[in-house]
Structures are given as structure tokens and as C-alpha cells.
């Protein structure tokens, strides 16, 4: 199957953010940033102009207009396209209020590479994506059930990699941590996805910290 390539729309107030984000993105192939925003009154004016845009990233806070506010008219202006927030911080109540204006994932400004293309591919298909931690502190504030299933057998480098992979660490990160290649870290990644019915790493983390395999 033929992958749609992915247009992304940017808003932030912080020039240097914007480049950061556009150089992350740069990498790979798939999304193309097309335009940009320094605040929302001006992103509702012009995406008018851009009818292909999937994917809006979207700073938490800006001036005239805060991004959950942003969210919200987006929501109504511009239902086809889908919010990934970008914050410096994570507030609970920063994505309770984002998810109940119809956001789409909350991310850290210090993402990596591989996690920020990650979360604009599983926003664009209609999923969720949040940065580890903050899934992971997300679902404690939930209080989630221990399923009455065992949970399933995963080896004992997968446990290490899952340990990294809840503090944030990207690939390579990983890789420089426990001497082993990036290919191997994604390797064990897809393996812990499959073996766990996992359709995204915040999936898998909720797996883990259901079934208590975080340390």
C-alpha cells in the first residue's frame, strides 16, 4: 500500500523552534512542512489557502491566543486537520484540556527526530500519540486495572529497552546505553509491539504499566 504523504502546518511565536521542528521533520520523506504561523489568529487567516495541511503542531503557549484555544477553532474551522501540541512542560491539565478541544497528541519541545515523525505519521491515520512520559504519567493519573491475564514473556534485553524507551530515550539513545545498533533497538521495539498488541509506543506503555514492568 501506497503511503499519502503528509502536510504539516506549524504555529509557534519562536522562530528558532520553528526551524528546529522543520529540520526534525526534514528527515523524513514522507511529511513536508508547508507553511507556518507565529500565532493563531494568523494560522486560521491562512490555512484557508492550504487545504492539503493533515497535521497542525501547535505551541501550547503563544500570545492572543493559547494553543488550546487554537485547538478548539481549528476543531470547528478545520475539522480535517488534526493537533499535535508542543509544550516546554507537561501539565495534566494541560492535556485533559487539549483532548477535550479535540487535540490529537501532546508532545515535549525536546523530542527527538524519530519521535516527532512518529507522532505526525499516527496522527495523520487518526490516532493518538503522546511522548512517553507523558502517556505514561497520564495513564497513572488514570489508575488503571490490572488486567486478569498473565502478562506475556518478554526477554530480558526487551526489559531493558522498555525501561529506556519509558524514560524518553530515542534509537539511538538506547543503543549508545546498552552497546547494541539502532536496528536492533527497533527490532526489539516492533517485537515487545507485536507481542503486546501494541499499536503505538503509549500503547505499550500502557500494556507495561498495567501489567507492572516498569521499574
Known amino acids: 500500500m501506497n503511503e499519502q504523504r503528509?502536510?504539516?502546518y506549524?504555529?509557534?511565536d519562536h522562530p528558532l523552534v520553528v526551524e528546529?521542528?522543520?529540520?526534525?521533520?526534514?528527515h523524513d520523506e514522507?511529511?513536508?512542512v508547508v507553511a507556518h504561523a507565529s500565532n493563531g489568529p494568523e494560522a486560521l487567516r491562512q490555512l484557508q489557502h492550504?487545504?492539503?495541511v493533515n497535521v497542525a503542531i501547535?505551541?501550547?503557549n503563544m500570545p492572543d491566543m493559547s494553543g488550546i484555544e487554537l485547538t478548539q477553532a481549528l476543531r470547528k474551522q478545520y475539522p480535517h486537520v488534526r493537533v499535535l501540541m508542543l509544550s516546554m512542560d507537561y501539565e495534566y491539565?494541560?492535556?485533559?484540556?487539549?483532548?477535550a478541544a479535540g487535540g490529537s497528541g501532546y508532545l515535549l519541545k525536546n523530542t527527538s527526530r524519530e519521535e516527532i515523525s512518529a507522532a505526525v505519521r499516527e496522527i495523520a491515520i487518526g490516532h493518538t500519540f503522546f511522548s512517553p512520559a507523558?502517556?505514561?504519567?497520564?495513564?497513572?493519573?488514570?489508575?488503571?486495572?490490572r488486567p486478569s491475564e498473565p502478562a506475556v514473556a518478554l526477554t530480558a534485553r526487551e526489559h531493558e529497552v522498555l525501561q529506556l524507551i519509558a524514560r524518553e530515550y530515542s534509537n539511538s539513545e538506547i543503543a549508545d546505553e546498552l552497546f547494541i545498533s539502532e536496528r536492533t533497538v527497533e527490532t526489539h521495539r516492533k517485537n515487545m509491539m507485536t507481542k503486546t498488541c501494541s499499536k503505538t509506543v503509549v500503547g505499550l506503555i500502557q500494556y507495561a504499566l498495567r501489567n507492572k514492568l516498569l521499574l
Request: proline content about 5%; hydrophobic content about 50%; glycine content about 8%.
Open 6 to 8: 503528509i502536510s504539516v
Open 58 to 60: 501547535v505551541d501550547m
Open 20 to 26: 528546529g521542528v522543520k529540520k526534525l521533520l526534514s
Open 50 to 52: 492550504y487545504p492539503e
Open 10 to 12: 506549524l504555529v509557534d
Open 134 to 145: 507523558v502517556g505514561a504519567s497520564l495513564l497513572q493519573q488514570l489508575k488503571l486495572p
Open 93 to 99: 491539565s494541560g492535556v485533559q484540556d487539549l483532548l
Open 30 to 32: 514522507l511529511i513536508e
